[in-house]
Every structure is written in structure tokens, then in C-alpha cells.
């Protein structure tokens, strides 16, 4: 019986142990998201293209900025030299052909790294994109910058979406 006690209390304090606090890592992250509209662009943005006409996706998001409430520089805050970006859509990349000029491919079709400029201060993604595939497109747009700096709980993210979206949050058009 004494054995037995002496186990139970042996695996609670082990428990308790590992599921203890981080030490001094504070990571209250409310004031560490916020929504900003409009800050993708497909240009130029039309209702329909024709088969191999070209379009560019890009955003170019300033790293000193007042999208949390106040002054902030993500590059300073956050040391992160490629934001990322996972879009809600990959039919628009899937099946066309993709040129990076600024950033560059994630680890998904969909995830993109949006690369700090150090001579603009300015966290930029630019992809030139040739519509091969012919179709309708809808992308539903609700599109998530994520900056993470290390562990120590300097993230950030920017929740935004692709300019001209209608009032139901896509973005379509036709490639013929």
C-alpha cells in the first residue's frame, strides 16, 4: 500500500512538472493580430482574360506601421526576414505558370514567403502569374501575413484580403 502511494504521488509530481508554466515567456498575443483590407492586389484585376494573358500578384506590406494600434516595426520587433503568407485558394496558382520577382515559394502551392527589402524597409511579394488554364476562377479571400520572429512571443499577424473583393469575400473571374 505504501509502495503504491508512493507511485501515485511520484506520477502526480511528475505531471504537474511537465505541465508547468514557460518560465518567464509571456505569450499574451491579443494585441498581436490585426485586420487590414486590401493589402493583395492582382493587377490588372478584370472579369476576363484571355488564355496566356499575364497577371501580377503582389503585396508590399511597410514594416513601420500603425496596423496593431499603435507605431510598430515588425522587422525590428520581430527579426523576421520572411513573413508568410498562406492564401485561402490554389486554383489560381495550380495549372498556371509562376515567375517570382520579389519573395518567393513556401512549402505548400499555396504559402508564399514575403521577403524584408532592408533598403525600403518594406516586406514585399511580387509574382508574375500567365494564365494557362481556362476556367472559371473563384478565390475566396480572408488571407493571413503570419511575422515570427523566434520563441520568445514577438508574433504578429495580418489578416487581409485581395483588393475588388465582392460582397461575399471572392475575388472572380473567367480565362478563356
Not at 493571413?144 to 499577424?157: K, M
Request: hydrophobic share 35%; with cysteine.
Amino acid at each position: 500500500m505504501g509502495t503504491k502511494l508512493l507511485k501515485i504521488t511520484g506520477l502526480f509530481l511528475l505531471l504537474v512538472t511537465l505541465t508547468g508554466c514557460p518560465g518567464e515567456e509571456d505569450c499574451f498575443d491579443m494585441g498581436s493580430t490585426a485586420r487590414v483590407d486590401d493589402l493583395i492586389k492582382i493587377e490588372p484585376l478584370q472579369t476576363t482574360y484571355n488564355q496566356g494573358d499575364f497577371i501580377t500578384f503582389k503585396t508590399e506590406i511597410p514594416a513601420q506601421n500603425n496596423y496593431f494600434g499603435e507605431p510598430l516595426n515588425l522587422f525590428l520587433k520581430t527579426n523576421d526576414f520572411e513573413a508568410s503568407l498562406s492564401t485561402s485558394y490554389s486554383n489560381l496558382f495550380i495549372g498556371n505558370e509562376l515567375t517570382f520577382i520579389k519573395g518567393s515559394q513556401g512549402n505548400e502551392i499555396n504559402w508564399f514567403n514575403v521577403t524584408y527589402n532592408a533598403s525600403t524597409s518594406v516586406y514585399e511579394l511580387e509574382i508574375n502569374i500567365k494564365l494557362n488554364k481556362i476556367g472559371s476562377y473563384s478565390l475566396y479571400t480572408n488571407d493571413p501575413i503570419h511575422f515570427q520572429g523566434s520563441t520568445q512571443c514577438n508574433r504578429y499577424r495580418l489578416d487581409t484580403n485581395i483588393e475588388g473583393w465582392n460582397s461575399e469575400g471572392k475575388i472572380e473571374f473567367t480565362v478563356q
